[in-house]
């Protein structure tokens, strides 16, 4: 346990008091009675939070914070960890929302008053929400425990008077969760809902793999009271963060057990309604050599590499006759050989009923086209059985804003229910088909859908190729026309006196901004990315307290890492959104800075390398070193008539681009599929 209590680092001083890391050094550097480091490196120090609050208090640089800045500070550094820190905040915020009168008395007094009266109060709460079992996820800590986390438990509290305890937990963990990026697997929401929508209202779901409780919580978003929720988590810590974050977003019976549920299930008796998954893949040590003569490989013994055919029967297992399972699945496990006898029993039994590969993108690992894996337990022999593979691959989402959800929906839903109406689906070439059960059955029962489905038809095709090629004829002569003429030679260079961006900012000719990493708007959010390939704001702002800095049109607004010389003239399509990390956004007044004028000689790559710092690594920009000449306002009209012309010269090269990428691929594909013929 850490000496000083909760601790923050040079970062967290900066949110707290709302300015930049920058400040925080020159603080240390000319206030002598600045805290002084109590943990941490030479190069990250850290601090006592509460030294560093009395010290801002004092500065009167401590009036403004936002709450949850200061309970997201006491929690990131509480001595037991950040994780132990939030079980905790959550049960207080569970208590809060269903016992609200409990709390009020518990915490009427001293702090040591409070870690006396509020464990018997949760134990109310907890058992009504979670049983007594011994496997149970959420265990009530105890009294020493929470007196150090008084001024959290405090917080949390006054955190949910504002929005409620639900929101106020899903914020601290939806935070905690951004944290750490590589320590948590996450299901993506359009993904968790496609595959609670695709297992239908179900009255007890299971995940067998729960992680952060994502696939449960849409599942109880599609279903009607009076609904049980199990999961299993092998991170002890991970279940009860999730059994809580449940509890406290939706009103179904929660019962989440903490341990691996292939080793020792804990829901050996359990026959759910339906079952969802997101299991981890390519486990090798899933407990191949203990579990060989497990009742649960009804299907066949799962290879030690195949431990996804294990998750599936596993889910399988545990749902009633005609339950519905639903599994998101590595693309490889529809085809390696050492899966095929496993996958033939699933058909031969009728238990396997659609293979679905999702686009890339979908959920992580991001890199490879994952696939759905929709079963049922079977309640008698099939009669001739047919299995739906669909592809949807083609919604594919360009740059990083990820699939288009809403039509991998509509395609995967609309061809499901038609399919599970019947057992039949007409083909639908390119996107999905139903295969006879028998037609997969050979030496490989290779279930990529992919391999088996009927190729685009070639009026469709064709025609969307002519489409192509008519909107690359227009786009080059587009570019020709925009193209700028060639200088004069022999013209000495320009002399004229400059300015500094900075120095603009200072006399009021234009507001600096930076990006924020969070906010509360529900708005999209202009990536650097964005900015660098001329693309609309793929980004979704992630949950934070500080306030977004949105864009509007004539903003301007520049990368700073990369070494690219890019600077963008925000237009009303672009508006509105807001500004991303590594961004640097440069609002000028309209009555002294032209936008494009500014935007095209910060674009100059001399100017640029002037202004640029070099690291082993990156490259890194100084917007405030950026120059540009002293004009009258007419004159810079005519330089930004000029760059407005330039950039749109380039945004119809990159268009031509991009089109004929798109002819060339098709006109590869249309020849070899047989759609195009070679004259």
Known sequence: ????????????????????????????????????????????????????????????????????????????????????????????LLLIHDRPTLW??????????????????????????????????????????????????????????GPGARKAYEFLLGRHLDANPRQYTLTPDPLADLMAELAGPARTVLDPACGTGSLLRAAAATTRPGQELYGQESDPALAALTALRLALSTDATVRIAAGDSLRADARTGLRADAALCHPPFNERNWGHDELAYDPRWEYGFPARTESELAWVQHALARVRDGGTVVVLMPPAAASRRSGRRVRADLLRRGALHAVIALPVGAAPPYNLPLHLWVLRRPERAPAQPGVLLADTGQFAGEGRGGPDWRSVRDAVLDAWTAFDRTGRLDDRPGLARCLPVIELLDDDVDLAPARHLPPPTATGGTERLTDVRERLDETLRLTAELAPAAPGTGRAALRRPLTTVGELARGGALVLRTGTNGGHARVPLLTDHDVLTGTGPSGTLPEGDEEPVLTEPGDVVVPVLGGGSVARVIDADTAGAALGRNLVLLRPDPAALDPWFLAGFLRGTANHRQASSYASTATRLDVRRLQLPRLPLDAQRGY????????????????????????????????????????
């Open 104 to 161: 009020l008395d518990a915490s009427a007094g001293s702090d040591e008053r409070l870690a006396d009266l509020l464990p018997p109060a949760l134990d109310q709460v907890l058992d009504a929400r979670f049983g007594t079992g011994p496997q149970r996820a959420v265990t009530t800590p105890a009294g020493p425990r929470l007196l150090p986390s008084a001024p959290l438990l405090r917080g949390a509290a006054e955190l949910a008077a």
């Open 1 to 92: 346990m850490q000496e000083h209590g909760t601790e923050v680092t040079a970062a967290g001083i900066a949110r707290l008091a709302g300015v930049g890391r920058a400040a925080v050094s020159n603080w240390r550097r000319r206030h002598a009675d600045f805290p002084r480091p109590v943990g941490g490196t030479e190069t990250s120090p850290s601090f006592a939070l509460a030294d560093v609050e009395a010290w801002l208090r004092a500065q009167g640089k401590l009036a403004e914070v936002p709450p949850r800045e200061r309970v997201w500070q006491q929690l990131a550094g509480h001595p037991e960890g950040p994780v132990a820190a939030l079980v905790q905040a959550g049960c207080v």
């Open 640 to 679: 930004g008539d000029r760059f407005r012309a330039l950039d749109e010269f380039e945004r119809a090269l990159r268009l031509a681009g991009r089109l004929g990428e798109q002819l060339a691929r098709g006109m590869y594909d249309g020849l070899t599929d047989g759609t195009v013929a070679p004259d």
